[in-house]
């Protein structure tokens, strides 16, 4: 049974797969869906506007600042600021997408290059490799980010993105050690070897290519961790700064309203929960249909 | 399927958002009296909390709007004002002087003699001489206290000020006779006499520890400090030395760190009895709604102006028509539903609270097309970008994004740099940072229009540091014209000149005002004695407890 029919007869991860698919092209195509479908704005604010409601016109924010709920003009309610949360929703996830996949790429990149050197040499450039990645581990991922966002420009969306691919890269340098300690034994390396193939060679284009199924499975995996890890950043109001919406910034943004204004946090927070559902489904079912029976071995 | 850690989190984050409450509609604003407690009586425990630590409880340096209730609890001074709400609370009255004092030389010599029974608290228990307040008047000008520009008519201040001299020869103390001879006469100037910068502070004390007074507090109010542990707790406890009236309660702990929302919370379980901090939107909506709570909510006018500072001496603020542009292009009225609706839209710099004073209603509707015609006869017909700073309380970022898109939509791209609430001001008055843009807000330290004009666009108070003046605006004639109002002593004229220079002040717009906030501030249910002092925030000696109280945390040292 090849891959593709195993992963496709694991009905979660196939639910899984299907939101996340639809989250992207929702996410790609945001601005048409907001813009011509929705015909709102994700940074337009309402504060003075009123709409029609039950007959009546009422404020989109109420004299005591208490944002409209969700109501045919404002599907999701409206935020703090009359702003659209249905629209923020789709922009967020361009947001928290974008940072997710670009900081788990980017830690993959690194992951795979430490990895691949100190398995293959060993001796002296492994110890040297191995401690650093140790003395990496040892810090806890939400200070270490929270430590290089307070030194790093504030507020970018790379900035993001480099902060997640660096406290993210050490798990896969291991994953990618051991799987490297193991492939270099086999015959196919010894056969290149003995071919004439130089390191370079042997390790792009006979290592890396039997590394992609891990490389798979940890970076889905990779991608829900890095979802919360940018929520939790915007949350602590060092991630994605105002008014660029994400999912965490927008809950950090109502969190003391939710007593009022359950929708502003509620939603996002629903699609922070079920994308990370979805990326840990796909992950399993990848997992699952690319290394069966291999998960003990690979540690995920 | 494993579950995985970061799953679970986002389970529980999930079920922690959707554990929402019901929405309530907010009922109008209105001022509230404290509710009547009985009879005070003394004794018992009060608990505050407070987010940031008080800047200072050094009476030199300390000028923090909310450090100011706990600093005047510990420092008092020659006068203090009535223990009224309202109105009735800006009159002057004698507190360590035996008398208001006599007033000479056509207004420009004060005569106080210092009450006999006026005593510095633990560890001194030592008689407070005139040579004291001497001293501590001197040492604002060796500390570069934020209060040096209160006191720089005092004769021989401009030579201190330049560094040619160290002593104010228009300070003279004989025994408990204390002089002070000002250059021009001022009506105001026994308000800021009482201001606690004033306050005595031992020569032997703040020389052993020039660098950590705070830390070695020698009282002279009616409380003083059992332990300051920063960014914990701060404990007063009554001062037996004080010679005024003393304070109701045995000790009062303000604990710090205590966020807003959480602030509410303990005070509705009745673990603490109250706060410096604004009740956030959230909950104030609900508490209005509850009969039990609506009335421990005291919502009062603080005599504040929200503003927005342009620095003139910097692109493109320098050009008025752009800064009038900015002015015509802010919506005020929808930054008053950031703050519930309790304030008022200020078409004015001096709020309109402040006797004599009269609105002005200056663009208090925006007109965009205005704005964008000034940017263009400016020379920015596509706006320009600049960066507004402010600080992280609430509800300021919101009401900065809103500035900030009101702004974009006539062209105007300001990026927001948000800072934690402490250290912004010393960052703001501090013009090598060259600020730019920028937020703030000023509650009036005594009850006259001159605390508003002088203290904050009165180019001759433009300093390195601890500059209030952050628009860095030095116009001659509302320079000379603010100067020549602070001597007036006939009401109607004053307010006639204020009126003038408020309208000028509008004209050339150094400053946008945004609103006039009022503060809103809960109280437990068994707490007593509570109002907004129009001056002093909270007079902490007044409070009382009406139930048995609880144990006090500490003995009096």
């Given at each position: 049974?090849?891959?593709?029919?195993r992963?496709?007869?694991?009905?979660?991860?196939l639910?899984?797969?299907?939101?996340?698919?639809?989250?992207?092209?929702?996410?790609?195509?945001?601005?048409?869906?907001?813009?011509?479908?929705?015909?709102?704005?994700?940074?337009?604010?309402?504060?003075m506007?009123?709409?029609?409601?039950?007959?009546?016109?009422?404020?989109v924010?109420?004299d005591?600042?208490?944002?409209?709920?969700?109501?045919?003009?404002?599907?999701?309610?409206?935020?703090?600021?009359?702003?659209?949360?249905?629209?923020?929703?789709?922009?967020?996830?361009?947001?928290?997408?974008?940072?997710s996949?670009m900081?788990?790429?980017?830690?993959?990149?690194?992951?795979?290059?430490?990895?691949?050197?100190?398995?293959?040499?060993?001796?002296?450039?492994?110890t040297?490799?191995?401690?650093?990645v140790?003395?990496?581990?040892a810090?806890?991922?939400?200070?270490?980010?929270?430590?290089?966002?307070?030194?790093?420009?504030?507020?970018?969306?790379?900035?993001?993105v480099?902060?997640?691919?660096?406290?993210?890269?050490?798990?896969?340098?291991?994953?990618?050690?051991?799987?490297?300690l193991?492939?270099?034994?086999?015959?196919?390396?010894?056969?290149?070897?003995?071919?004439?193939?130089?390191?370079?060679?042997?390790?792009?284009?006979?290592?890396?290519?039997?590394?992609?199924?891990?490389?798979?499975?940890?970076?889905?995996?990779?991608?829900?961790?890095?979802i919360?890890?940018?929520?939790?950043?915007?949350?602590?109001?060092v991630?994605i700064?105002?008014?660029?919406?994400?999912?965490?910034?927008?809950?950090?943004e109502?969190?003391?309203?939710?007593?009022?204004?359950?929708?502003?946090?509620?939603?996002?927070?629903?699609?922070?929960?079920?994308?990370?559902?979805?990326?840990?489904?796909?992950?399993?079912?990848?997992r699952?249909?690319?290394?069966?029976?291999s998960?003990?071995?690979?540690?995920? | 399927?494993?579950?995985?850690?970061?799953l679970?989190?986002?389970?529980?984050?999930?079920?922690?958002?959707?554990?929402?409450g019901?929405v309530?509609?907010?009922?109008?604003?209105?001022?509230?009296?404290?509710?009547?407690?009985?009879?005070?009586?003394?004794?018992?425990?009060?608990?505050?909390?407070?987010?940031?630590d008080?800047?200072?409880?050094?009476?030199?340096?300390?000028?923090?709007?909310?450090?100011?209730?706990?600093?005047?609890?510990?420092?008092?001074?020659?006068?203090?004002?009535?223990?009224?709400?309202?109105?009735?609370g800006?009159?002057?009255?004698?507190?360590?002087?035996?008398?208001?004092?006599?007033?000479?030389?056509?207004?420009?010599?004060?005569?106080?003699?210092?009450?006999?029974?006026?005593?510095?608290?633990?560890?001194?228990?030592?008689?407070?001489?005139?040579?004291?307040?001497?001293?501590?008047?001197?040492?604002?000008?060796?500390?570069?206290?934020?209060?040096?520009?209160?006191?720089?008519?005092?004769?021989?201040?401009?030579?201190?000020?330049?560094?040619?001299?160290?002593?104010?020869?228009?300070?003279?103390?004989?025994?408990?006779?204390?002089?002070?001879?000002?250059?021009?006469?001022?009506?105001t100037?026994?308000?800021?006499?009482?201001?606690?910068?004033?306050?005595?502070?031992?020569?032997?004390?703040?020389e052993?520890y020039?660098r950590?007074?705070?830390?070695?507090?020698?009282?002279?109010?009616?409380?003083?400090?059992?332990?300051?542990?920063p960014?914990?707790?701060?404990?007063?406890?009554?001062?037996?030395?004080?010679?005024?009236?003393?304070?109701?309660?045995?000790?009062?702990?303000?604990?710090?760190?205590?966020?807003?929302?959480?602030?509410?919370?303990?005070?509705?379980?009745?673990?603490?009895?109250?706060?410096?901090?604004?009740?956030?939107?959230?909950?104030?909506?609900?508490?209005?709604?509850?009969?039990?709570?609506?009335?421990?909510?005291?919502?009062?006018?603080?005599?504040?102006?929200?503003?927005?500072?342009?620095?003139?001496?910097?692109?493109p603020f320098?050009?008025?028509?752009?800064?009038?542009?900015?002015?015509?292009?802010?919506?005020?009225?929808?930054?008053?539903?950031?703050?519930?609706?309790?304030?008022?839209?200020?078409?004015?710099?001096?709020?309109?609270?402040?006797?004599?004073?009269?609105?002005?209603?200056?663009?208090?509707?925006?007109?965009?097309?205005?704005?964008?015609?000034?940017?263009?006869?400016?020379?920015?017909?596509?706006?320009?970008?600049?960066?507004?700073?402010?600080?992280?309380?609430?509800?300021v970022?919101r009401?900065?994004t809103?500035?900030?898109?009101?702004?974009?939509?006539?062209?105007?791209?300001?990026?927001?740099?948000?800072?934690?609430?402490?250290?912004?001001?010393?960052?703001?008055?501090?013009?090598?940072?060259?600020?730019?843009?920028?937020?703030?807000?000023?509650?009036?330290?005594?009850?006259?229009?001159?605390?508003?004009?002088?203290?904050?666009?009165?180019?001759?108070?433009?300093?390195?540091?601890?500059?209030?003046?952050?628009?860095?605006?030095?116009?001659?004639?509302?320079?000379?014209?603010?100067e020549?109002?602070?001597?007036v002593?006939?009401?109607?004229?004053?307010?006639?000149?204020?009126r003038?220079?408020?309208?000028?002040?509008?004209?050339?717009?150094?400053?946008?005002?945004?609103?006039?906030?009022?503060?809103?501030?809960?109280?437990?249910?068994?707490?007593?004695?509570?109002?907004?002092?129009?001056?002093?925030?909270?007079?902490?000696?007044d409070?009382?407890?009406?139930?048995?109280?609880?144990?006090?945390?500490?003995?009096?040292?």
């Amino acid at each position: 049974m090849t891959a593709a029919r195993r992963f496709a007869r694991d009905r979660w991860a196939l639910t899984g797969f299907v939101f996340l698919a639809l989250l992207v092209v929702v996410a790609v195509a945001a601005p048409l869906v907001v813009g011509r479908v929705l015909h709102a704005s994700p940074y337009r604010l309402g504060m003075m506007d009123k709409v029609k409601e039950g007959g009546r016109l009422v404020d989109v924010v109420s004299d005591g600042g208490i944002p409209i709920g969700p109501s045919a003009s404002y599907p999701l309610g409206a935020d703090l600021i009359g702003r659209d949360v249905l629209s923020r929703l789709i922009y967020g996830a361009r947001v928290s997408l974008l940072v997710s996949t670009m900081g788990t790429l980017l830690a993959v990149l690194l992951g795979l290059l430490v990895g691949l050197l100190a398995g293959f040499y060993r001796g002296t450039v492994d110890t040297i490799l191995s401690r650093f990645v140790d003395a990496m581990m040892a810090i806890p991922i939400l200070l270490l980010a929270i430590a290089l966002a307070s030194v790093l420009p504030q507020g970018n969306v790379w900035t993001v993105v480099l902060i997640l691919g660096l406290v993210n890269w050490t798990y896969l340098a291991r994953i990618v050690r051991g799987e490297v300690l193991s492939l270099r034994e086999k015959e196919f390396v010894e056969a290149a070897r003995a071919l004439g193939a130089n390191d370079s060679v042997i390790l792009a284009r006979h290592l890396v290519p039997n590394l992609v199924g891990p490389l798979l499975v940890f970076g889905t995996l990779s991608m829900a961790g890095n979802i919360l890890l940018e929520s939790a950043l915007s949350f602590l109001g060092v991630g994605i700064q105002a008014p660029t919406p994400s999912w965490g910034n927008m809950i950090q943004e109502g969190m003391a309203f939710y007593s009022v204004a359950w929708w502003v946090v509620l939603f996002p927070g629903i699609a922070i929960l079920l994308t990370v559902v979805s990326l840990n489904l796909v992950g399993d079912g990848l997992r699952d249909a690319l290394v069966p029976g291999s998960q003990e071995r690979i540690g995920l | 399927m494993t579950l995985r850690p970061h799953l679970l989190l986002s389970l529980f984050v999930a079920l922690l958002l959707s554990a929402g409450g019901c929405v309530h509609e907010p009922r109008p604003v209105a001022y509230v009296p404290g509710p009547d407690g009985g009879t005070p009586r003394r004794g018992g425990h009060a608990v505050f909390v407070r987010e940031e630590d008080p800047d200072y409880l050094d009476p030199g340096l300390s000028y923090g709007t909310y450090s100011a209730a706990v600093t005047e609890a510990i420092f008092h001074t020659l006068l203090d004002y009535a223990h009224e709400p309202g109105p009735a609370g800006a009159t002057l009255e004698p507190d360590l002087a035996q008398s208001l004092p006599e007033i000479r030389e056509n207004g420009t010599l004060y005569c106080f003699r210092v009450r006999p029974d006026a005593r510095f608290g633990a560890p001194l228990h030592r008689h407070i001489t005139a040579a004291d307040f001497k001293y501590s008047i001197e040492r604002l000008f060796e500390v570069e206290s934020p209060g040096v520009p209160f006191y720089r008519h005092i004769v021989g201040a401009d030579r201190v000020i330049a560094g040619s001299a160290k002593t104010l020869p228009g300070v003279i103390a004989r025994g408990d006779s204390l002089y002070i001879r000002i250059t021009a006469p001022d009506p105001t100037f026994l308000h800021i006499l009482s201001m606690s910068f004033t306050a005595p502070v031992p020569r032997e004390v703040a020389e052993k520890y020039p660098r950590t007074l705070s830390q070695h507090t020698v009282a002279t109010g009616p409380f003083q400090v059992a332990e300051f542990t920063p960014r914990r707790r701060v404990i007063l406890v009554r001062n037996p030395d004080y010679c005024g009236k003393p304070a109701w309660l045995d000790t009062f702990e303000l604990r710090l760190g205590v966020t807003q929302a959480n602030a509410v919370a303990m005070i509705r379980r009745g673990q603490v009895d109250g706060g410096f901090f604004e009740v956030p939107p959230a909950e104030f909506a609900r508490l209005r709604a509850d009969s039990s709570w609506a009335h421990q909510i005291d919502v009062s006018d603080g005599l504040e102006t929200d503003y927005l500072f342009l620095n003139v001496r910097q692109k493109p603020f320098d050009d008025v028509r752009v800064r009038q542009a900015m002015e015509w292009a802010i919506d005020r009225r929808a930054l008053l539903k950031v703050y519930s609706g309790k304030g008022i839209v200020a078409g004015e710099f001096c709020p309109v609270g402040m006797p004599g004073a009269r609105p002005l209603g200056r663009y208090v509707t925006p007109d965009r097309a205005r704005a964008k015609a000034l940017l263009a006869e400016a020379g920015y017909p596509n706006g320009f970008r600049t960066k507004l700073y402010g600080y992280a309380t609430e509800p300021v970022p919101r009401l900065l994004t809103i500035v900030q898109q009101q702004l974009a939509d006539v062209g105007i791209q300001a990026e927001l740099d948000i800072g934690e609430a402490i250290g912004y001001t010393s960052m703001a008055s501090d013009t090598s940072r060259h600020v730019p843009f920028g937020f703030y807000a000023w509650t009036a330290d005594y009850v006259d229009p001159s605390n508003f004009f002088d203290t904050l666009v009165n180019g001759h108070r433009i300093t390195a540091i601890n500059n209030q003046n952050l628009s860095l605006f030095d116009d001659p004639w509302v320079n000379h014209h603010i100067e020549h109002a602070m001597t007036v002593a006939d009401d109607s004229t004053r307010a006639k000149l204020w009126r003038e220079i408020d309208e000028r002040v509008m004209d050339d717009a150094p400053v946008l005002p945004l609103l006039h906030t009022f503060e809103s501030r809960l109280y437990s249910l068994r707490l007593a004695g509570w109002y907004r002092h129009i001056t002093r925030i909270l007079k902490i000696e007044d409070l009382y407890l009406k139930s048995a109280p609880r144990p006090a945390a500490v003995a009096a040292r």
